[in-house]
C-alpha cells in the first residue's frame, strides 16, 4: 500500500514537472517538486525509502534524457539518503531549519548534476549552479516553507475542530 | 543470528544507497542499449497520453490569444510570400544561367505539438505529440520559423523523443552566413553555444547570422541557427572563440515542425 502511494505521488509529481509547474516559472526558474516530494518521503519514510524512491523516480526522469541515462538516479538516491540521514540525525522541526534543508538539497543535487553532465568543464558547471541551480533551490524552499506552514496550521487547528 | 539481523537492519539504506549508487553509474556507461531503448518506449508510451491530455487543456487558456497573432503572422506571411514566390522565379532564372545544380527539395514538413519537457532543468529533449503513426523516423531535423531545434532520437507509437541543440551531444555543422565560413556549432552549457574550429585569420564580426552548412547530412542547409554575439582570439589558440545566441528560444516551445525528408536516413553525426 505504502509503494503503491509513494509511485502515485512520484507520478503525479514527474506528469506535474514535465508539464504545469513552468506556469509558475518566474524567470524561467521552476521549482524542483521532485526533490519537494523526496524530501517528504525521507522525513515520513526514512533514508531507506527515500533511497529507493530517489532512484526510481530518477531513472524516469532518465528516460527523457538521451544521453544522460543513470545521472539523475544517482544524484536523486544520493539527495534521498543524505535526506533521509538529516531527518533521522538532526532533530529538525522548525519551519526555517527544514526549508534550509530543502534549499541545501536542492543546491547538493544541482552541483553534483551539473559536475557530472558537464565535466570536465567544471567552470561552466559552477556558472549554472549559479545561475539556474540557486535560484531553483530558493523557490523550491520558499514553495516547501508554505507547504510545511499550510501542514503545521492544519495540525494546529485539528484538535480545536475535534473539541468544537 | 540476531546480532546479524540487528547489522543488517542497521546497514539496510546504506547498502541500498551502494546498489543504487552502482546501478546508476552502469546505466551512465552504457549508453543507450536495446534493453534501454524498450524500456524507454514502455514508459514513454504510458506516460504520453495523460502528458498529452494535461497539456491540451494547459494549452485551451492560450489559444484566443495564438489565434489572434496567427492571423496577425499570415496576413504578414502571405504578403512576404508573394515576395519570396518572385525572388524563387529569379533564382531559377539566376539558377539556369550559372547551371547551378538544383537543390533537393523537402517533400514535407510535419507539425507536431510539445506535449512534455524532459522533468528537470537541463532541458536537453522535448516530447513530441508525433510519432511512429505519422511516419516520423529517427534523426529527421526539427525546426520552428525561427531555426533548427534538433532532431528525433526515439520515435514511439504516437509520441518522438527531440534532442535538442541544448545538448552537448548534439553539434551541427555550422556556416557564417556572410563570408560561407564552416565550423561546428555546440552548446556548452548556459544560454549560449560556440562556433569551434573557425580559424584566427577568418572575418568573423558580431551581429553575423550562423546557419547550418549541410556538411554533416543531417541537418539542410540554410536553417537558422543563431547569431555571433561575442568574438575573441587568444594569442596562443589557432581558433576564434566565437559565442553564439540560439536563434530558437528552447524555453518557450509549443509547435514544431518534423522535416520528412524524402532521401534515405541518414547517418548520424558524431559528436
Excluded at chain 1, 127 to 132: E, K, P
Excluded at chain 1, 143 to 148: K, P, R
Excluded at chain 2, 45 to 67: R, Y
Aim: with cysteine; glycine share 8%; aromatic share 8%.
Amino acid at each position: 500500500m505504502k509503494v503503491l502511494r509513494m509511485v502515485l505521488i512520484f507520478g503525479v509529481v514527474l506528469i506535474l514537472q514535465s508539464t504545469l509547474v513552468r506556469l509558475v516559472a518566474i524567470e524561467g526558474v521552476q521549482p524542483d517538486l521532485i526533490i519537494l516530494a523526496l524530501f517528504f518521503i525521507a522525513l515520513l519514510e526514512g533514508s531507506y525509502a527515500a533511497t529507493i524512491a530517489g532512484f526510481c523516480v530518477g531513472l524516469v526522469q532518465d528516460i527523457y534524457a538521451p544521453d544522460t541515462l543513470g545521472l539523475n538516479a544517482l544524484c536523486n538516491s544520493l539527495i534521498g539518503f543524505a535526506l533521509g540521514f538529516c531527518q533521522r540525525g538532526v532533530f529538525v522541526e522548525g519551519l526555517i531549519p527544514r526549508s534550509l534543508i530543502l534549499f541545501a538539497a536542492v543546491v547538493l543535487h544541482d552541483l553534483l548534476y551539473f559536475l557530472i553532465f558537464l565535466w570536465p568543464d567544471v567552470g561552466s558547471g559552477l556558472s549554472r549552479l549559479l545561475t539556474v541551480g540557486i535560484p531553483t533551490a530558493l523557490y523550491t524552499a520558499i514553495l516547501g516553507y508554505l507547504i510545511f506552514y499550510f501542514i503545521q496550521k492544519k495540525k494546529q487547528l485539528q484538535p480545536l475542530q475535534e473539541i468544537q | 543470528m540476531a546480532r546479524l539481523a540487528f547489522w543488517t537492519d542497521r546497514s539496510r539504506p546504506y547498502i541500498t544507497l551502494a546498489v543504487a549508487v552502482i546501478i546508476s553509474v552502469i546505466l551512465l556507461t552504457m549508453g543507450g542499449s536495446h534493453k534501454m531503448i524498450a524500456a524507454r518506449t514502455i514508459t514513454v508510451t504510458v506516460l504520453a497520453p495523460v502528458q498529452k491530455g494535461i497539456s491540451w487543456f494547459n494549452q485551451l487558456g492560450e489559444l484566443l490569444a495564438q489565434n489572434r497573432r496567427l492571423r496577425r503572422l499570415n496576413t504578414e506571411l502571405a504578403l512576404e510570400n508573394q515576395l519570396l514566390r518572385e525572388a524563387q522565379l529569379e533564382n531559377v532564372r539566376l539558377r539556369q544561367l550559372l547551371s547551378f545544380r538544383e537543390r533537393e527539395q523537402l517533400s514535407a514538413i510535419l507539425l507536431a505539438e510539445v506535449i512534455a519537457r524532459e522533468p528537470d532543468r537541463q532541458m536537453n529533449s522535448i516530447l513530441i505529440g508525433a510519432g511512429r503513426d505519422r511516419g516520423l523516423r529517427r534523426n529527421l531535423p526539427v525546426v520552428t520559423s525561427r531555426g533548427l531545434v534538433g532532431k528525433v532520437v526515439e520515435v514511439f507509437p504516437g509520441s518522438a523523443l527531440v534532442q535538442l541543440l541544448m545538448d552537448r551531444n548534439c553539434p551541427v555543422s555550422a556556416m557564417i552566413q556572410r563570408t560561407r565560413i564552416s565550423g561546428l556549432l555546440s552548446y556548452h552549457g548556459g544560454t549560449t553555444f560556440r562556433l569551434e574550429n573557425v580559424p584566427w585569420r577568418m572575418d568573423v564580426r558580431e551581429g553575423d547570422e550562423i546557419i547550418s552548412s549541410g556538411l554533416g547530412g543531417l541537418f539542410p542547409k540554410g536553417l537558422r541557427l543563431g547569431q555571433v554575439i561575442e568574438v575573441s582570439s587568444h594569442e596562443r589558440s589557432l581558433f576564434k572563440k566565437i559565442t553564439v545566441e540560439p536563434s530558437v528560444d528552447f524555453n518557450s516551445l509549443e509547435e514544431v515542425f518534423v522535416i520528412v525528408q524524402s532521401a534515405e536516413e541518414p547517418e548520424e553525426v558524431e559528436p
